[in-house]
């Protein structure tokens, strides 16, 4: 008896030991899966990535390749392409219930920004996804947003960093204009809250970052030169209109 015990014990731990194993050994995988699931989920649109490379003894995790598509009803294909994502993880703050972030810093994404001729912003468009998203229930019990609803996570990231961004924005409204630009670093700390709510957060900055960067490179001042345009055009009609009555008052009273 006592050597069928051990034998059971001995069995549980193996696979235990090999439930564990495979964790860790595909760590990346799942991780990889997780983003393009939720991701997806939460933007409501497709959420692709390259790889993951997660280093559990240093605290430290990248993120290559991550591409997310536009909403429907725009024309460019991605609204972020994020290429390479590097986080360093406070491996003493985490805990079941918050991940305590050091540092996500993403080098050289490329931007894309949209206005629609709806005049929709794409970027917009995505933020407000992500709001629907966070509290709509999920028809699946195993999804990543139910098990995120009955224990939700909360993130900590003490400094969120993104440099070398490339900006490229087509205008509908302005016969689809089009802007490529270098955008300023942006950085932001103490960033707190659920997934969806710091993504949010990060993407309203984003979203202001571009807006400002495109006003400063040209937007404001082409929109001012159509309404200088639209108003002398306008001046031009009624000095035409004006000429005609005085025209026809000159022949009815005589020079």
Known sequence: MKKAILGIFVILIIAVAGGVYYVVT??????????????????QTTVKVDNVLIKLTQGSASINGLTIANPDGFS???????????TDIDVDKTTRELIAIELINISAPQIFYEINAD???????????????????SSSSNSPSESTQSAPIKLHIARFLLED???????????????????????LTDLNGTPQQISKQIL??????????????????????????????????LKAEEDKARDKLKGLIGN
């Open 119 to 137: 005049r929709q912003g794409s970027l917009n468009v995505l933020k407000d996804n992500l709001g629907a998203s966070s509290s709509a229930p």
């Open 165 to 187: 961004a490339k900006l490229h924005a087509k205008v509908a409204p302005l016969k689809d204009k089009t802007y490529n630009l270098i955008l300023p670093t942006l950085e």
């Open 26 to 43: 595909n760590l990346d995988t799942i991780v990889k899966t997780a983003i393009e699931e939720y991701g997806s989920e939460t933007t």
């Open 76 to 86: 460019l294909p991605y609204a972020f392409s994020l290429g390479k994502i590097a």
């Open 204 to 237: 309203s900055q984003v979203i202001d970052h571009a807006k400002k960067e495109i006003q400063k490179q040209g937007l404001d001042k082409e929109l001012n030169e159509l309404k200088s345009k639209a108003q002398e055009q306008a001046n031009a009609r």
